[in-house]
C-alpha cells in the first residue's frame, strides 16, 4: 500500500521525524482556511500516488491569499502521470539552504535492510543515480543488529553531508530506520531532506510503501485515514472470501481462476481498454459469490462496464448465471455487463439470461468478442458507460 505524501507525513510523525505544520485540503476554500492557520508564505502540494509532483506543477510556493488561489485551483484536477489531483496539503513554507535524499527499502538479494543516503537530493535525485551512482552513499543493515547511531553518523559523512547537517541527519536516520522496522514499511524514502537557513534539518517529502500483509498488527492504520478507497475495496472483497486486486482501469472483470482472470485482463489491454481489476471466483462460482463479485465491482466508481467470464469446468454456468441475476435483484448495479460463459451447462446459462430478459446483459460467444464490447461500453462518454 502506498501513501501519498502527507500520509506518509502523519506516519513519519508517530516515530517523532521532524515535518513541517500542515493541513490536507480538498478545494480552495479549504486551502484558505488552512493556509490562514498556518500562516503565509506556504507550499501548495498535489497529493497523489507518484512522484515528480514539482516538475509536472504540482508544487507551488505561495506567499499571500492571491496566490494561494491561483496555485490551490491550478493544481486541483491536475492531471500528473494520469493521477488527477482531488487533494492539496499546504503547508507551511520552509527556507531551504541545502537538500538531500534519504531511504530505506529491503535488498532482496542481500537478504539484508538498505539504506540509501546522498547529498544531492531533490528533484534530479533519479538523474543522480543514473549518471553519477557514487553520489549516493549505500549502507546495508542487517535487521538482527539494527542501526546505531555511530553508523548513521558514519553514512551521512560518506555521503558528504554539509558538517551542520551530520548531527540532525543521523538522528532523522535513527528514527527512520525504527519507523521502517517498527511501522513495518517495505520502503521509506524522504526526499528532500532539508537542511534550513536556520540550521535545522527537516523532512520534506515523504514516500512510504507500508506491508499490507502487517494491518492486522497495525490497528492505528486506520485511524490515520491511510487506507485509500482501493484498499477499502479489496478490504471488502477479502471479507467475502473473494481474490481482488484493484488496478486504475474502466472494465470490471469477473473470471474464475487466476489464469483466465489474468488473460482476461491481457485481452481486454490488447483490444485497447483497461481492466480496473483483477477478480478470480476461484471454483466455487455460486449464485452467492457471484452476487458478491458483482457488488464489490459495482461499488468502483471508475468502473464503467463489466466483463463476466466464465468457462465453466467444475463450476456450472446455469449457478453463475443464476447468481448474475440474483445479484441484478439484490444490487443496484450501475454498469452493463458483458458475459461470455462457456463450458458445462451453458446452453442452460443462456436460456436463464435470456429469460430474464435483461438490458443490462449483453451475452457474447468468444473471450475475445466480450471484451471488445466491455472495452467499446467503457469508452462510452458519461458518467457510466451503457444505458442506465
Ligand atoms: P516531488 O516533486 O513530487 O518529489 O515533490 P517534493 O515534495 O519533493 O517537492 C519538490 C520540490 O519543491 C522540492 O525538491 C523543493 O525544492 C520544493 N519545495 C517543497 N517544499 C518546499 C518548501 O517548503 N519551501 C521551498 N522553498 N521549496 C519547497
Ligand atoms: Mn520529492
Same mark, same amino acid.
Do not use: M, W
Given at each position: 500500500m502506498d501513501l501519498v505524501e502527507y500520509q506518509g507525513k502523519q506516519y513519519f510523525a508517530r516515530y517523532g521525524l521532524p515535518i513541517s505544520p500542515g493541513e490536507a485540503a480538498?478545494?480552495?476554500?479549504?486551502?484558505?482556511?488552512?493556509?490562514?492557520?498556518?500562516?503565509?508564505?506556504?507550499?501548495?502540494?498535489?497529493?497523489?500516488?507518484?512522484?515528480?509532483?514539482?516538475?509536472?506543477?504540482?508544487?507551488?510556493?505561495a506567499a499571500d491569499g492571491a496566490e494561494l488561489t491561483e496555485h490551490a485551483g491550478n493544481i486541483l484536477g491536475l492531471d500528473i502521470k494520469g493521477h488527477i489531483v482531488r487533494r492539496l496539503w499546504i503547508e507551511k513554507a520552509t527556507d531551504i539552504a541545502r537538500e538531500y535524499y534519504a531511504s530505506f527499502t529491503l535488498d532482496r538479494s542481500a537478504k539484508l535492510h538498505l539504506s540509501m543516503v546522498s547529498a544531492r537530493g531533490g528533484v534530479e535525485i533519479e538523474t543522480v543515480a543514473e549518471e553519477d551512482p557514487e553520489a549516493i552513499a549505500r549502507l546495508h543493515v542487517n535487521p538482527l543488529d539494527g542501526l546505531s547511531s555511530e553508523a548513521a553518523a558514519e553514512?551521512?559523512?560518506?555521503?558528504?553531508?554539509?558538517?551542520?547537517?551530520?548531527e540532525?541527519?543521523?538522528?532523522?536516520?535513527?528514527?527512520?530506520?525504527?519507523?521502517?522496522?517498527?511501522?513495518?514499511?517495505d520502503l521509506v524514502e524522504i526526499n528532500p531532506l532539508v537542511l534550513t537557513t536556520d540550521g535545522e534539518v527537516r523532512v520534506l517529502d515523504a514516500k512510504v510503501t507500508l506491508d499490507d500483509d502487517a494491518a492486522f498488527r497495525h490497528p492505528e492504520w486506520a485511524e490515520m485515514d491511510i487506507m485509500s478507497e482501493?484498499?477499502? +475495496?479489496?478490504? @471488502?472483497?477479502?471479507?467475502? #472470501?473473494?481474490?481482488?486486486?484493484?488496478? $486504475?482501469?474502466?472494465? %470490471? =472483470?469477473?473470471?474464475?481462476?487466476a489464469g483466465l482472470a489474468m488473460s482476461t485482463v491481457d485481452v481486454v489491454s490488447q483490444v485497447g481498454g483497461s481492466a480496473a481489476n483483477f477478480l478470480d471466483v476461484g471454483g466455487a462460482a455460486d449464485v452467492q459469490v457471484m452476487a458478491n463479485a458483482l457488488e464489490v465491482?459495482?461499488?468502483?466508481?471508475?468502473? +464503467?462496464?463489466? @466483463?463476466?467470464?466464465?468457462? #465453466?469446468?467444475?463450476?456450472?454456468?446455469? $449457478?453463475?448465471?443464476? %447468481? =448474475?441475476?440474483?445479484a441484478l435483484e439484490e444490487v443496484d448495479i450501475s454498469s452493463q455487463i458483458v458475459l461470455r460463459l462457456d463450458g458445462t451447462n451453458a446452453?442452460?446459462?443462456?436460456?436463464?439470461?435470456?429469460?430474464?430478459?435483461?438490458?443490462?446483459?449483453?451475452?457474447?460467444g468468444t473471450m475475445l468478442s466480450a471484451a471488445r464490447r466491455a472495452v467499446e461500453l467503457a469508452s462510452v462518454p458519461g458518467p457510466q458507460g451503457g444505458a442506465k
Open positions: 480538498d478545494t480552495v476554500a479549504e486551502a484558505q482556511a488552512a493556509a490562514g492557520r498556518l500562516g503565509y508564505p506556504v507550499v501548495v502540494k498535489a497529493q497523489v500516488q507518484t512522484g515528480g509532483r514539482g516538475k509536472a506543477g504540482g508544487v507551488k510556493l553514512l551521512v559523512a560518506r555521503a558528504g553531508l554539509d558538517p551542520e547537517a551530520r540532525g541527519a543521523a538522528e532523522i536516520l535513527v528514527k527512520l530506520y525504527e519507523c521502517y522496522i517498527d511501522g513495518d514499511a482501493a484498499t477499502e +475495496r479489496e478490504r @471488502l472483497a477479502k471479507s467475502k #472470501g473473494l481474490s481482488y486486486i484493484a488496478l $486504475d482501469g474502466s472494465v %470490471g =472483470i469477473i473470471a474464475n481462476g465491482i459495482n461499488s468502483d466508481p471508475s468502473v +464503467r462496464s463489466i @466483463l463476466v467470464n466464465i468457462f #465453466g469446468g467444475i463450476v456450472r454456468c446455469d $449457478d453463475v448465471a443464476r %447468481g =448474475i441475476v440474483k446452453l442452460e446459462a443462456h436460456r436463464i439470461i435470456d429469460e430474464t430478459a435483461s438490458d443490462k446483459i449483453i451475452s457474447e
